[in-house]
């Protein structure tokens, strides 16, 4: 029997084939979001763009501050900076507006008495205090994003501050979902018949498909039958930029994906140490990558996000790395060693001081509801035994989807 391929080593194979989609596309920022950055992004500008009040107050000296001062002028924000500081004054100024030359400190007004026309400041006042001073935030030239990043809110707001409208982003990719099985049924049909179940990697797939960003093409259920899986697998290669299969990837007389795949492209096919999963195919229709995932809907959800999810974000361009992995403590015991690596669904809870991973009673790969009912998964090499206590790696689901 030859030895089970690991999850390290399969990701490691799929990732030196995603060589990344070069179409570019430029976006309106509002419409940004989610969207891979296809272009390194420098400021023109320095932000703030001016040295400029933290607080609503008064500028004036810092070395001045204990004598009485004369306000001479008042700036809001939005105003220019205004007229020098003469020695012996101080400008009434707001938050964000810009300090004045001469000044080199602002009091906050709380710390501010005003009477005739006249100052008195209270406490200690320092040069520097409360100034914002200009580009602190972004200095004028500096690279701000690089590319491959994916745009988070607040990186619409960072694009926004240094004045783009637009970003140069990469056509988010199409990605082509086939189920195959005769026993499937669509959701909404009337009728599930004795031996039928409802489709629902379709659905799990989409959602997958589309939290990356990217386009879904929906492929529909394809039956178990090798003409209908060619033709199937045919017009998703020309739709998509990736297709992805559920399913038909096992070796029972049922599985067509395997020989159609290899009679239109080229097909590796794996078995994963890993669990709940393991048939994983990997290969291409013509130019198009084609990843075979199996058919149990648990071990689509994690082969999907250990090895496809990785391999389409790399095609997309992005460059960011693997979600940051957390520790938690076992709240329960793996008292049998596994062959492959395991991904236990778990939740996370916390008892103040650290991370607890409590695990989901029925592990098995045809549970979905073990998905939906955690929100982390536990890793657990092969080998490895786990008592209560220990300290696992867990990824959670919210940096997956
Ligand atoms: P297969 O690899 O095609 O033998 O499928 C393995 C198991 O996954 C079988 O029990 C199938 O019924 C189930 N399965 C396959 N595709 C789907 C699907 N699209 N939705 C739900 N269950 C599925
Ligand atoms: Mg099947």
Known sequence: MTPLLPVAEALARVLAQ???????????????????????????????GDDNSAMDGYALRAAEAEAPLQVSQRIAAGSSAGAFLQAGTAARI??????????????????????????????????????RPRGQDIAAGSTVLVRGRVLRPQDMGLLASIGRATARVY??????????GDELLEPGSAGLERGQLYNSNRYTLAGLVRTLGMTFVDGGIVPDDPDATAQALTDAAAAADCVITSGGVSVGEED???????????????????????????????NTPFIGLPGNPTSVFVTFCLIARPFLLQLQGVSEPAPARLYARAMFVVGKPGGRQEYLRVTLGNDGTELQANLFANQSSGVL???SHSNALAVIPPGTRVEVGDL????????LV
């Not at 004045?100 to 026309?117: I, L, S, T």
């Open 18 to 48: 995603a060589s990344p989609c070069q179409a570019v596309m430029e976006v309106a920022l509002i419409d940004a979001l989610g969207a891979v950055l296809a272009e390194d992004v420098s400021a023109d500008i320095a932000v703030p």
């Open 94 to 131: 707001f938050t964000g507006a810009p300090i004045p030359p001469g000044a080199d400190a602002v009091v906050m007004q709380e710390n501010c008495e005003e009477r005739d026309g006249v100052l008195a400041v209270s406490g200690p006042v320092v040069a520097g205090q409360n100034i």
């Open 171 to 180: 056509r988010p990719l199409r990605v082509a979902v086939l189920s195959t």
């Open 256 to 286: 067509h994906v395997k020989a159609q795949v290899e009679r239109l492209g080229q097909l590796d096919l794996w078995k994963l140490a890993i669990k709940p999963g393991k048939p994983l195919a990997f290969g291409r229709i013509g």
């Open 369 to 371: 509801s073990s998905v």
């Open 392 to 399: 696992l790696e867990v990824i959670p689901l919210d940096a």
